[in-house]
Every structure is written in structure tokens, then in C-alpha cells.
């Protein structure tokens, strides 16, 4: 089995991918009781299907040749759904892998729908079913199994395939730089690197009002700060609705701080019960114009609201009709902002999204497009002055 358990291997395999125009890679990892992801299983291919399966558990493997591979910018690294891999590897690197191609943004591109699962893609381009009877097995034991590895190597020798079809259906159709554009979001470091002082975004509160927020953003950057220390998931600290309970009531003592929902037993007598309640008097204590501003949405106007709707259905036929995923083209809070703004500063009034879709939202808005039913399918309709609708 082509498992890479040693650095001499290690070398060798990554010298010779060195010499390829592109590579195929896919991770392995867990991540349901640890606070950064545990990298268990790295695949990667040449271009001609050569797959191997590096092992960063067993043995003690130097990975250094992998990163030089990842860091080589003549090389390009064609991934699936490359958000938590290109995670993994910047902690690993301390960079994104520059460039790589992920296809399920390309699929995306090219006709296949919202997010695209591997295994559709897969038989969907080259015909082969992927037996995924080992996927959700634990990778960090070992030894692994001949079925886990050779589904492990499937993952990259498939997406060689894959790669090539809609690479040669985008330059086909013009769209690379499609691709490449959505792709410059993911390499931003900023993605991957989990401030502290930001954690409090990432919870749900009722009613938010500046002081809360204030104390939220102190105690989420705690429980931030504390499950990185220690390895574990956020929940495994404190549950969100635990946070936000405390930001609302704002406890003063150990007393009331036992009575926050969800509170662990022995927490509040103990001292991260006391650091809490110093990052509580830290957040009141804020000035107020250092304090977060809830951001206050107000709700959309009747018409404008039936604008969004019929956006909504523009929307749907703009990209039947050019093969492209809705998801990519416009979000709703992009659709919302075209109803009150013909000059909103949103991605689908820019670039190839503009095309596609902006050009034609704004002539219906202007009265110069329609949308309506033709034996039973949503149609658009030029609108002129002289002879009523053309579609």
C-alpha cells in the first residue's frame, strides 16, 4: 500500500511531483473533540493518477517537503471544497497554498449546482461510483485499513479527472478568471485566523444592545482564548447560549453566576468562574464609544419587498440560462440592496456577476424586462413601448 511512513519516501515522492504543471491533494482530520483540526491522512497525485497517502501519525515524518510543494507557485494544487484543507495546511505553513483550484467553485461555474458534493461531481464527470462506506471511520487510529486507503487515494486520483473536464469547460466557455476571482476570497489569511477579540460575532443574541455586547465580546474572547489553550471545542468551555445568558444578565458574584443557564456546576467557585466575572466588570466598565453598535436591519418597505420576489425569480432564470450556480451570482442580501439601490455596492452589480445577472436586474427595475409564465416555466419578456412584451 502506497502509505508514506518515512522522510526518505517523503522526499522522493514530492521531488517527482515537483516536476508537474498541478497536483491533487485531500486531508483526512478530525475535529469533533479538539479546538484545531487533527490531521490524520494527506493524499496527493500527479497528474497522471500516482497517488500516495502521506502518514503525519505513524512514524515521524518531517513534512517540510510537502510545505516546499504546497509553497511552489509554478505548481498549481487542485483541491475539492478547499476551505478546511487550505485551514489546516495555513496552520501548518503559516501561508495559503498559492495557486490552487478548488472544483467545487469551478462546478459551481460550470452548471452543476449549489455546492456541489464530491462523490455527484465525480459521477456525474467520469461515471464512477465512490464507495463511501469508510469516510466517517476514525483516521487517527491506526492501522488503517486497505478499504480506508484506497478510498483515501480514490479522493485524488478522481479529481485528476475532474480537474481537467472543467478546466477545459471554463477556458471553453471563458471563465477562468470567473474561478479564480471567487477563489481570491479563500486566500485571505484573515479566514483562517480565529481572533479572540472578534469570537462574540459568531453568537446569537436577543435583543442586543451595546452594553451586552460589550460584555459579550470580553467573556467570548475568554472561552476563545481558553479552548485554543486547551484544545477543545468551543461548547466543551462554555455553549453560546450560555454567553449570551451571561451577557444579558451581567452577573456581579459567584452566587448569581451559577444561575446562568446551561453553567457548568462548580465553575463559578473555581477561578475561571473569577476570570469571567472580571471580563464581565471589564465589558460594563467599556466606554461607550468603544462599545459594539448592534446592527440594526430595518425592515424592507411592501414594494420593495415584492422587488426582491421577482429579483428572486430573475435571478433563478439568469442562471438556468448561463449555466451558473445562484449561490455564486447573488446572495439575498444582495438582491434586497438592488431593490432600494441601483448603485449598491454588492458583487452581483460588478464584474461578470453584472453579466450575468446585475445588467438585466436593473432593466427591471427600470420597466424594460418583465418575468412571467410560459407554458408553465418563469420566462422573461422584453418590455417596449410600441407592441407590449418580447421574449
Known amino acids: ?81 478547499a476551505r478546511q484543507d487550505l485551514e489546516i495546511f495555513y496552520a501548518l505553513m503559516n501561508e495559503v497554498p498559492r495557486p490552487f483550484f478548488d472544483t467545487q467553485i469551478a462546478a459551481m461555474v460550470c ?33 488503517l485499513s486497505k478499504k480506508q486507503i484506497d478510498y483515501a487515494l480514490g479522493d485524488v486520483t478522481h ?52 452594553k451586552m455586547l460589550a460584555v459579550l465580546r470580553e467573556i467570548a474572547a475568554w472561552r476563545e482564548i481558553r479552548a485554543q489553550e486547551k484544545n477543545i471545542p468551543r461548547p466543551w468551555v462554555l455553549r453560546d447560549e450560555t454567553l449570551a445568558d451571561m451577557a444579558a444578565q451581567a452577573p456581579k458574584d459567584a452566587g448569581q453566576l451559577k444561575k446562568i443557564r446551561n453553567m457548568p456546576g462548580d465553575m463559578a467557585d473555581r477561578p475561571a468562574g473569577k476570570a469571567l466575572l472580571e471580563c464581565i466588570q471589564k465589558g460594563l466598565a467599556t466606554p461607550k464609544d468603544k462599545m459594539p453598535q448592534p446592527i440594526k436591519k430595518k425592515p424592507l418597505a411592501p414594494q420593495a419587498a415584492a422587488t426582491v420576489d421577482v429579483l428572486r425569480m430573475l435571478l433563478k432564470v439568469q442562471c438556468t440560462e448561463s449555466e451558473v450556480a445562484s449561490k455564486l451570482v447573488a446572495s439575498k442580501e444582495d438582491l434586497e440592496a438592488i431593490a432600494m439601490d441601483d448603485n449598491a455596492d454588492v458583487p452581483a452589480l460588478k464584474g461578470w456577476r453584472y453579466e450575468v445577472f446585475g445588467k438585466e436586474a436593473l432593466a427591471l427595475k427600470k420597466g424594460k424586462l418583465a418575468i412571467g409564465l410560459k407554458d408553465t416555466n418563469i420566462t422573461k419578456f422584453e418590455v417596449t413601448g410600441d407592441t407590449g412584451l418580447h421574449e
Open 1 to 81: 500500500m502506497p502509505v508514506i511512513t518515512d522522510n526518505q519516501r517523503l522526499n522522493e515522492v514530492c521531488e517527482n511531483l515537483s516536476r508537474h504543471d498541478f497536483i491533487t491533494i485531500d486531508t483526512e482530520f478530525l475535529r469533533e473533540k479538539t479546538y484545531y483540526p487533527k490531521l490524520c491522512l494527506i493524499q496527493v497525485s500527479s497528474p497522471e493518477g500516482e497517488a500516495h497517502a502521506i502518514d503525519p501519525i505513524e512514524g515521524n515524518l518531517d513534512l517540510a517537503p510537502l510545505l516546499d510543494l504546497l509553497a511552489n507557485q509554478k505548481i498549481l494544487k487542485v483541491l475539492h471544497a
Open 111 to 143: 452548471g452543476y449546482g449549489d455546492s456541489v458534493g464530491y462523490e455527484a461531481l465525480v459521477r456525474n464527470i467520469t461515471g464512477t461510483q465512490i464507495d463511501k462506506s469508510v469516510q466517517f471511520t476514525d483516521w487517527s487510529r491506526r492501522p
Open 159 to 210: 479529481l485528476c479527472k475532474v480537474y481537467r473536464h472543467l478546466a477545459a469547460k471554463l477556458e471553453e466557455r471563458g471563465r477562468t478568471s470567473w474561478v479564480f476571482e471567487e477563489e481570491a476570497i479563500l486566500e485571505d489569511p484573515a479566514i483562517y485566523e480565529n481572533n479572540p477579540e472578534e469570537a462574540w460575532r459568531r453568537i446569537k443574541v436577543k435583543t442586543p444592545k451595546p
